[in-house]
Nanobody, 121 residues
Framework: QVQLVESGGGLAQPGGSLRLSCAASGSIHSINSMGWYRQVPGKERELVARITTGGRTNYADSVKGRFTISRDNAKNTVYLQINSPKPEDTAVYYC???????????????WGQGTQVTVSS
């Protein structure tokens, strides 16, 4: 059993900042990439940012220069620093991790429950 637990969502003012965290726990053998996605009602879930085990990152064009993804491999935790948020960043943010639960197990996707981020003055 693997769980991803997100924290840090809430209300942010335009131009402010917010930090999301996501900790993976349970029967984890190895974690490959980790990332953040977001979704608004009526739209598909979209990639925000991803980071590999080695620290290589990629971002959606809409958040480049404002969001920073990082991870602590020792803590199985991924972070998303949100700077200068805009109202259009309002969404439910989901954590994702590609995890293997055993040396002979395949890697598969796991998701957190989502955390609401609302950007409003």
């Amino acid at each position: 059993q693997v769980q991803l637990v997100e924290s840090g969502g809430g209300l942010a003012q335009p131009g402010g900042s917010l930090r999301l965290s996501c900790a993976a726990s349970g029967s984890i053998h190895s974690i490959n990439s980790m990332g953040w996605y977001r979704q608004v009602p009526g739209k598909e879930r979209e990639l925000v940012a991803r980071i590999t085990t080695g620290g290589r990152t990629n971002y959606a064009d809409s958040v480049k220069g404002r969001f920073t993804i990082s991870r602590d491999n020792a803590k199985n935790t991924v972070y998303l620093q949100i700077n200068s948020p805009k109202p259009e960043d309002t969404a439910v943010y989901y954590c994702n991790a590609v995890i293997s639960t055993g040396s002979a197990s395949l890697f598969r996707d796991y998701w957190g429950q989502g955390t609401q981020v609302t950007v409003s003055s």
